[in-house]
């Protein structure tokens, strides 16, 4: 199976079986845009969508998604097909594997769910309270989905900062491999620094 190995890791020991995790930089960084645990974000497995695994239901197509599921203990985020193939000819410009920008992009939202699965300790009453809501509000404005998608507008605000004020390309400088992981988590530190004093500043 291909995956990003920039961001994830497998952490099975059998051969040919895989038990993807995010990658301790990239859930130390998703922790400082969610404010969720980095703890609860590194046990999270990382799936890959198949028959037998069939939600979420996104057409691959319109880009595809992901969704995350679980319980206080364990949860899981899984991706649509598309998020691990390069097959432009397949999956047009929405083969994401080497995706970055995507790939944590979206992982800032559904971690959030992560903490969601959590807090309401049973995946039935999980389900349930995301069926009632989406019932009830709609999928884009269920306050789960709002509560999410901070995760999603702090990676907008701070990926312009390091763009505009800082003048670099973050994602490539500390996830395109060439950092060991000490380095990667030291240097999104210091950023997220200068970061937080821009955002006390204005
Ligand atoms: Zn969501």
């Given at each position: 199976?291909?995956?990003?190995?920039?961001?994830?890791i497998?952490?099975?020991?059998?051969?040919?079986?895989?038990?993807?995790?995010?990658?301790?930089?990239?859930?130390?960084?998703?922790?400082?845009?969610?404010?969720?645990?980095?703890?609860?974000?590194?046990?999270?497995?990382?799936?890959?969508?198949?028959?037998?695994?069939?939600?979420?239901?996104y057409?691959?197509l319109?880009?595809?998604?992901?969704?995350?599921?679980?319980?206080?203990?364990k949860?899981?985020?899984?991706f649509?097909?598309?998020?691990?193939?390069?097959?432009?000819?397949?999956?047009?410009?929405?083969?994401?594997?080497?995706?970055?920008?995507?790939?944590?992009?979206l992982?800032?939202?559904?971690?959030?769910?992560?903490?969601?699965a959590?807090?309401f300790?049973?995946?039935?009453?999980?389900?349930?309270?995301?069926?009632?809501?989406?019932?009830?509000?709609?999928h884009?404005?269920?306050?789960?989905?709002?509560?999410?998608?901070?995760?999603?507008?702090?990676?907008?605000?701070?990926?312009?900062?390091?763009?505009?004020?800082?003048?670099?390309?973050?994602?490539?400088?500390?996830?395109?491999?060439?950092?060991?992981?000490?380095?990667?988590?030291?240097?999104?530190?210091?950023?997220?620094?200068?970061?937080?004093?821009?955002?006390?500043?204005?």
């Open positions: 199976m291909n995956y990003n190995t920039r961001i994830l497998n952490k099975s020991r059998i051969e040919g079986k895989f038990q993807l995790h995010y990658t301790k930089p990239l859930a130390y960084f998703l922790s400082l845009l969610s404010n969720v645990d980095m703890s609860i974000i590194e046990a999270a497995q990382i799936y890959k969508r198949t028959p037998f695994r069939f939600l979420p239901w057409k691959t319109h880009g595809g998604g992901a969704i995350t599921l679980g319980s206080e203990h949860a899981n985020i899984t649509t097909e598309n998020f691990y193939s390069d097959d432009y000819e397949l999956f047009k410009n929405k083969a994401y594997l080497n995706n970055l920008r995507v790939w944590i992009r992982s800032s939202h559904e971690v959030m769910h992560l903490e969601h959590k807090r300790k049973y995946l039935l009453w999980y389900l349930i309270v995301f069926a009632y809501e989406y019932l009830r509000y709609g884009d404005l269920s306050p789960l989905e709002i509560e999410a998608n901070r995760g999603c507008f702090e990676y907008d605000i701070f990926i312009h900062f390091t763009r505009y004020d800082l003048g670099i390309e973050f994602l490539k400088l500390v996830f395109d491999g060439k950092m060991n992981e000490e380095d990667q988590i030291k240097t999104i530190e210091e950023i997220w620094k200068a970061y937080q004093l821009s955002k006390s500043s204005n």
